[in-house]
């Protein structure tokens, strides 16, 4: 980074307000100091992102986001640092010249030669000659305005107009080849998409990286023609329309993923904008990886057809593995999106997104699919697939509940399942831990559910109120030897420390505390309340209260079990009669 570039970063920074940039992404409510708003880079259900106008900053306690207001705009939107300086920029008003690395540049004259051929195809659609190309897109029921936001172009029939055109721009044969635009066979030079409408591929950043192109007034045995694997473009590093996407997904907390380039540019058109198209019928690993950045449900709208309900699942198994969020629409009476959005209409479509089933659903039901379950030859098989599927899940709830569903629908031996399950050695591992946590927790939960979730309720008061904090102290509690006390010992020590609670002042505190940060994680993520109200603190430490006198009492009644002492027993009994009047005493209070 030149001094010339890091003093416009410094510029454009110290004239934007990181609050305004944000509050234009997500909504943000001041509390105090800072102002909190649900993080878009994970699955958040309570403002857990403080957002700090005096240090120009935003922090998530939950998922650990952090930065500027350019690293804000870069991971929301799913651009490179310069885009998002640039974005910013043009927020406030301020002028900002992109200043190329060298390495940028080596890529930089593939992308203008794209960029090139872009402007070609697409001006070639606008002409005289697109005219037939252009009546078959409306007749799609693709507008004017869809056409431009995708960038769709036409290759004419010529031979060689795209080669002629960079030649003529000087640029390299070589280059040219490289990017798979043409070729130089036997008869010549020519151009690699001729006749056919093009649909430009993306990069994440946005840039034209490769191209599709599609037959609309012919026959063809190929409907498309695609870019191969070049320099700037691999396939498994690509979603179309990842670059609208991201943005829209992050505000929508879901993205839609079809097969088609024309299914992912209907559902846009009906203002489902957070939808991208795989490319394929598998995901890689780095395609996976755009799709987890986002932090957002994945819906599955695959085509039709057997095909697609195989993609559907193998799909869901890449993105299973990865801990996501997974929902599944089948739709039926066409064989894709852009033929049911056509024949039914966007509002059946949208219908059908608002309610996805869940993958792990869908498996139970596509797997099921013409097979005799009466056979036990067929029932095994079917049980042996879905536990091959659920044992990429690091979930142990998700597993123990899909081994609960098929012992209880198929009559079987749980632990036969779990021994069926655990041949693959990591699901091994995950299920001993699972085992242990249950011998050792599974009865105090039971009992403790409501305990626990006053408790949380009582300690997310403490983080956000001063009277909270009060009442608490007043209580002079003794709290289990737990998680929750660690928490409230903190909390005390902080507000004694401060002589206040500021919530996004606390978060930063607690973070030196590895004991404590995993329980304050839980506890905002958990603990979903609109408003503060007295109430409900006053009723979370009345049934605290009420818990530990119990828990008193219990131990009370222990030792005059065995006391023999007549006196000392009386002495107990009182002390019991002493807690159960000061329960009544404190409930009437309330």
């Known amino acids: 980074m030149n001094e010339s570039q890091n003093n416009d970063f410094k510029r454009i920074q110290n004239k934007a307000d990181i609050v305004e940039i944000i509050n234009s992404y997500v909504k943000l409510e001041s509390h105090g100091k800072n102002y909190f708003g649900v993080c ?11 957002v700090s106008k005096d240090k120009q900053i935003y922090k998530c306690f939950v998922c650990g986001a952090t930065g500027n207001v350019f690293t804000f705009v870069e991971n929301f939107l799913g651009v490179s640092f310069i885009e998002a300086v640039k974005v910013v920029a043009d927020k406030i008003g301020e002028d900002f010249v992109v200043h190329k690395s060298k390495q940028n540049t080596v890529y930089e004259k593939y992308y203008k030669i794209m960029d090139l051929a872009t402007k070609l195809y697409e001006n070639n659609l606008r002409t005289k000659i697109g005219e037939e190309a252009r009546k078959y897109l409306k007749d799609r029921g693709l507008t004017d305005e869809i056409i ?6 036409l290759a004419i029939t010529d031979n060689d107009q795209l080669y002629k055109l960079l030649e003529k721009k000087k640029i390299p044969l070589k280059d040219m080849q490289d990017l798979g635009l043409v070729n130089n066979g036997e008869r010549g030079i020519y151009d690699l998409f001729r006749n056919r409408i093009i649909f430009p591929l993306k990069n994440p950043d946005g840039k034209v990286n490769g191209f599709s192109g599609r037959i609309y007034n012919t026959t063809s045995n190929s409907k498309y023609v695609n870019t191969k694997e070049t320099i700037i473009f691999k396939k498994r590093e690509n979603l179309y329309n990842y670059h609208l996407a991201a943005p829209a997904a992050r505000l929508e907390k879901s993205i839609i993923i079809c097969e088609g380039f024309m299914d992912a540019i209907r559902i846009y058109s009906i203002g489902l904008k957070n939808v991208v198209a795989t490319m394929g019928t598998a995901l890689a690993k780095q395609q996976v990886e755009l799709l987890k950045k986002l932090g957002v449900k994945v819906i599955l709208v695959m085509d039709n057809d057997n095909a697609g309900e195989m993609a559907t699942l193998s799909l869901g198994e890449s993105l299973l593995k990865e801990g996501m969020d997974i929902g599944v629409v089948r739709l039926t009476g066409k064989k894709d999106p852009d033929e049911y959005i056509l ?10 997104i ?13 797997l099921k699919k013409d097979k005799d379950l009466s056979n036990p030859i067929q029932l095994t098989e079917y049980i042996n697939k879905v536990l091959s599927i659920i044992s990429v899940s690091s979930d142990s709830l998700l597993i123990e509940t899909c081994i609960n569903k098929l012992s209880n629908d198929y009559h079987l031996d749980k632990e036969l399942l779990k021994a069926r399950l655990t041949s693959n050695e990591e699901i091994k591992n995950i299920k001993v831990e699972t085992k242990k946590e249950e ?11 409501k305990f626990e979730r006053a408790l949380s309720v009582m300690l997310y008061y403490m983080m956000h109120s001063e009277s909270a904090m009060r009442l608490y102290l007043k209580e002079d509690f003794d709290l289990p030897k737990n998680k929750y006390r660690l928490v409230a010992n903190n909390l005390v020590y902080y507000f004694e420390l401060n002589k206040e609670i500021d919530f996004a002042d606390y978060l930063t505190f607690a973070e030196d505390y590895e004991d404590v940060v995993p329980t304050v994680k839980e506890i905002i993520s958990n603990v979903n309340l609109p408003e503060f109200k007295d109430s409900d603190i006053k009723a979370a430490i009345a049934i605290v209260r009420k818990h530990l006198n119990e828990e008193k009492i219990k131990l009370i009644k222990e030792e005059m079990k065995n006391e023999l002492d007549v006196s000392r027993r009386k ?18 209070e309330e």
């Open 354 to 366: 608002k309610n996805p089933m869940s993958f792990i659903d869908f498996i139970f039901i596509a």
């Open 439 to 449: 011998t050792n927790t599974n009865k105090e939960v039971k009992k403790s559910t």
């Open 571 to 588: 002495r107990l009994f009182e002390k019991i009669i002493e807690i159960k009047r000061g329960c009544v005493g404190n409930n009437e």
């Open 40 to 50: 878009p880079f994970h699955d958040d259900h309570s403002p857990s992102m403080s």
């Open 343 to 352: 024949e039914y209409g966007a509002m059946a479509f949208k219908d059908n």
């Open 148 to 153: 431009k936001d995708f960038s769709i172009g």
